[in-house]
């Protein structure tokens, strides 16, 4: 009888168990949950009230009037990160505004010589956790604030991933060309980090943007040449056209590609030629890129390479070359041509394309 009973006391006590557990995890997920609406709703009725009296110092009829108000916003953003944060956003914002006039944007300079927002950043900086030196050094970036280049500079090469890359993009803002070229370079050895971060720093770059990359260049191995040509590519810079012509004849297949779109996205004739010799590599990576990249070519010699790209063995080569082709190909000749063709693949690739392109036209 002990036999029989025991099972199911086990099973009994298991099942109790699992309900405890699940009952436990459901408890928890809704404590998170009310602490993030209760953060969530901080944060928004101090964005309100924040609204409210900046309107009324930016209105203010007398200086007395505007004092009054500044000094009793004063006491309500307090030492509050949320609020300061938000006060900091708003008065950046009415500041490099066309929108507000000299008046409102004196009332706001007045508002931060009162409430030192930058003073309050250089304090996080200084006496911060991780998190908070990390967004203090994007905020003394968004205030360039030039005195603390040196705490910033030696934050970017902290162990801490994200007090790296925040004091890295602050740097980029700054325009700090010698370290922003140290930490490009340096991330040869974190192959895994380094591509979304490169494009970044670039994107956020306030200085000389062909000086940074050409010393980049001096001492980079060709994975982060590869980078740095993505990032250069959509600014269509003359000044690396040379680079990107000695890039067709690498090895490397992803930089090979990187130099080709370059190039294609500067779309000089003369480089038609050694596009469509890419159209014909031996690597689909770069086959692809090529055929992409001659979408501003238009010449006969040039869909004629498009015709015959669409029947490539690789889809993304098919699809680019189709997608180039429906482009340049105004009277439709050549595209009519691959659709009445005897290649099934070649065919198929184009009317995905002018497919494609005619839902796009009715959705809009």
């Known amino acids: 009888m002990f036999d029989l009973f025991y099972p199911k006391v086990v099973t009994i006590l298991a099942i109790g168990i699992c309900l405890l557990v699940i009952v436990l995890q459901y408890i928890w997920l809704s404590v998170l949950a009310y602490r993030q609406e209760a953060h969530v709703r ?36 307090g030492k509050d990160p949320i609020k300061m944060d938000t006060l900091s956003t708003r008065t950046l914002a009415l500041l490099t505004s066309d929108q507000s006039d000299s008046r409102q944007k004196a009332a706001v300079v007045a508002v931060n010589d009162r409430l030192k927002p930058l003073d309050f950043y250089i304090k996080m900086l200084r006496n911060g956790d991780s998190y908070e030196k990390a967004y203090a050094c994007r905020k ?81 191995d060709e994975y982060i040449k590869t980078i740095v040509i993505k990032g250069l590519s959509d600014y269509m810079l003359s000044e690396f056209e040379t680079v990107y012509l000695q890039g067709l004849m690498s090895k490397n297949p992803n930089l090979k590609a990187a130099c080709i779109r370059a190039l294609g996205k500067i779309g000089k004739p003369e480089y038609e030629h050694k596009l469509i010799v890419a159209a014909h590599d031996i690597n689909w990576v770069v086959r692809s890129a090529a055929v992409k990249a001659l979408k501003k070519m238009n010449s006969d010699r040039v869909k004629k390479t498009l015709v015959e790209a669409t029947r490539d063995t690789e889809w993304w080569v098919r ?19 691959v659709l009445e063709g005897y ?22």
Do not use: H, W
């Open 140 to 220: 003394a970036a968004v205030y360039y604030a030039e005195s603390k280049l040196p705490t910033i500079r030696r934050l970017s090469k902290s162990k801490n991933r994200e007090l790296a890359y925040n004091a890295a993009m602050a740097l980029s803002i700054f325009g700090d060309e010698e370290t922003l070229v140290e930490i490009i370079q340096s991330y040869e050895q974190n192959y895994d980090y380094s591509y979304r971060i490169i494009l970044e720093l670039m994107s956020f770059y306030t200085g000389d943007l062909v000086s940074l990359a050409s010393k980049v260049f001096q001492n980079c």
């Open 42 to 77: 901080k944060y928004d009725n101090a964005a309100i009230k924040i609204d409210e009296k900046l309107e009324l110092i930016l209105f203010a009829p007398t200086l007395a009037s505007m004092n009054s108000e500044i000094e009793a916003l004063g006491k309500f953003v």
């Open 319 to 337: 699809y680019n070359a189709a997608k180039s082709l429906v482009r340049i190909d105004s009277d439709l000749t050549y595209v009519e041509s």
């Open 343 to 364: 290649d099934k693949y070649g065919s198929d690739a184009v009317k995905y394309v002018l497919y494609r392109g005619y839902s796009m036209s009715v959705a809009n």
